[in-house]
């Protein structure tokens, strides 16, 4: 494992640059995979990318690129056998398969030119004149003659179903159709990526053309894996119905019966109380400590932003501590800074808050390399998130919606759906669509399109709202406390509404570890102005109780801690 380490401590090393990027992401990726050799592989050629990175090496490799028509993943040709030979053992069947001109595209001319032939030959009593509209006559030749004897033996020796074997090569003309009609290579690669998602094999060709169009749409966002990259995002200094899985609350879980498959979820809170961050807790829990693909789409913080949210959870959620084994707590504020503290303070020069202070003319790369061997804290906090950013099979994808239709937010979660099979999604936050922006009472329409689709899709669909800010107590909150539509609340399965309880009041409430109790607790004034409690009013509940709960948290640390039962002394 020192080796692999080694590896790792090596790509933190080089410059990031717009060319060596995608093999440095590949690299990291496989060693995740524990694809060591094919690693290794792509070590060399990044060597040599990184030595001589010149317009030339850019043009030739721009220039390979283009010497194929389709994307490599798009091959198909065996297909293109398959199907030549199985109409060749039985022309007949050119009544039932056969493709329209716009969309027949061989190839291997060949088989195209065989194709043609069973058109106006083997099968011409059998096509009909909508199969032929188009094309021309067929060229034959010795080596075709020699081809279709090939084919058609293999064809009756393999006995393959037709039905498959067209409708195989459909979906592969489809994905070749729309890569002609694609400008750029990127985007045809992403669409060549279709024949990767783990639900191909079941996808029918109008899915696969559905799942053209979701790329197309989801391209015009900013997209991510946020658990990618977590070392170098901090090191870099360069900021800008049966019980579901539990939440990282233990009450919550019981009267919701757990994060489950098939609903969607709400929590609401007035502007700039943590909505984000909370989203970023439960998402990561979800994650890191159940091990599940999650998404988030934000239309509210950057990638940036929500990378740091991410390591500060990271770092400081307990149960995601007791995995990755690092005892270590540290502000948002600390990580963005990149302030940390020294084992022995005589070993660096140090600011009034006892923090290692960087050097004069010292790079950002000598400093996080003397960090390494003066700050046990610092170690800590770069194996924490390195390894969170090897939790592949588990990752945090990220999408930045901001201007968006409902259909193209719709089409954004299926496409993940599909492409990475993406059953547990948070979006932050839920507002109506670009077209109907102003109109509050429009929101019900989206979390309507939410909620279908949980339901189709066997998917957790988990939101954010707005809660107004108005003076009504954080224990009385209600349904018609939210900035919206107040209708949004009859599609969901459960609503929550949070409130910070102001410290003037903390002597108004008590609450209690059990629903029914004797004991009670007083809310405790804390010396830190960052420590606040939350009332939590569950307005909504499809799978029973509907309780008042309270949350210790601190935002700086993004901690959020159940307390237990709330009520009024």
């Not at 081809?147 to 090569?169: C, G, S």
């Not at 007035?270 to 789409?297: C, E, F, M, Q, W």
């Not at 239309?299 to 307990?318: A, D, Y």
Request: aromatic share 10%; with cysteine; charged share 30%.
């Amino acid at each position: 494992m020192k080796n692999i380490d080694d590896i790792y401590e090596l790509l933190r090393q080089i410059p990031v640059t717009k060319t060596n990027k995608p093999y440095i992401d590949e690299i990291e990726d496989l060693l995740t995979q524990q694809e060591y050799i094919k690693a290794l592989e792509k070590m060399r050629q990044l060597k040599d990318v990184t030595n001589d990175e010149t317009e030339n090496e850019f043009e030739l490799e721009t220039k390979n690129d283009e010497d194929e028509i389709y994307p490599e993943k798009l091959n198909g040709t065996q297909l293109e056998y398959d199907f030549i030979g199985i109409l060749l053992s039985n022309p007949k069947l050119i009544m039932k398969y056969y493709f329209s001109k716009e969309i027949c595209l061989f190839k291997d001319e060949q088989c195209l030119n065989i194709y043609k032939s069973i058109l106006f030959n083997e099968g011409a009593k059998y096509a009909s004149e909508k199969a032929k509209d188009g094309f021309n006559f067929s060229k034959e030749s010795e080596e075709i003659y020699n081809l279709k004897a090939k084919l058609k033996k293999q064809a009756e020796e393999e006995q393959k179903n037709p039905e498959k074997i067209y409708v195989e090569l459909r979906k592969i003309f489809i994905l070749r159709k729309s890569c002609l009609e694609a400008p750029e290579r990127y985007i045809q690669d992403k669409i060549a990526e279709i024949t990767d998602y783990q639900l191909y094999d079941k996808m029918s060709p109008e899915e696969i053309e559905d799942a053209i169009t979701q790329v197309n749409v989801t391209q015009k966002f900013k997209q991510s894996i946020l658990s990618r990259n977590l070392v170098r995002f901090l090191e870099s200094g360069e900021n800008e119905l049966a019980n579901g899985l539990d939440y990282p609350f233990p009450i919550i879980t019981q009267v919701f019966k757990g994060i489950r498959k098939g609903e969607t979820m709400a929590f609401a809170m007035p502007s700039n109380s943590g909505k984000s961050r909370l989203t970023i807790d439960i998402a990561a829990y979800t994650s890191l400590v159940h091990k599940k693909k999650v998404l988030v789409i934000s239309n509210e913080m950057s990638e940036e932003k929500m990378k740091l949210c991410l390591i500060t959870t990271i770092l400081n959620n307990p149960e995601i501590q007791k995995i990755h084994g690092q005892k270590v707590e540290m502000s948002e504020t600390e990580l963005l800074e990149f302030k940390f503290k020294p084992d022995n303070i005589k070993d660096a020069k140090l600011d009034e808050n006892g923090y290692i202070l960087k050097e004069e003319k010292e790079t950002q790369t000598q400093f996080v390399q003397r960090l390494s061997k003066i700050s046990s804290q610092f170690n800590k906090v770069i194996t924490a998130i390195e390894w969170a950013s090897k939790q592949m099979n588990n990752s945090i994808y990220f999408i930045n919606i901001t201007d968006h239709t409902n259909d193209e937010l719709q089409k954004v979660i299926t496409n993940y759906y599909y492409k990475e099979k993406i059953e547990y999604v948070f979006y932050d936050t839920l507002k109506t669509d670009t077209a109907n922006i102003g109109n509050p009472e429009e929101i019900k329409k989206t979390a309507t399109i939410l909620s279908n689709l949980a339901q189709n899709f066997d998917m957790f669909i988990c939101s954010s709202l707005q809660l107004s800010e108005n003076t009504t107590m954080p224990i009385n909150l209600n349904v018609n406390d939210l900035a919206v539509s107040k209708t949004v609340k009859e599609v969901l399965d459960t609503l929550c509404l949070f409130k910070q309880i102001s410290r003037d009041d903390y002597d108004k409430y008590e609450y209690s570890k059990q629903e029914v109790d004797t004991k009670f607790f007083n809310l405790e004034k804390s010396k830190n102005p960052d420590v606040r409690y939350y009332a939590c009013v569950i307005d909504k509940n499809r799978a029973g109780a509907k309780p008042k709960l309270v949350f210790k948290l601190n935002l700086a640390y993004n901690s959020w801690e159940e307390l237990g039962y709330l009520k009024l002394k």
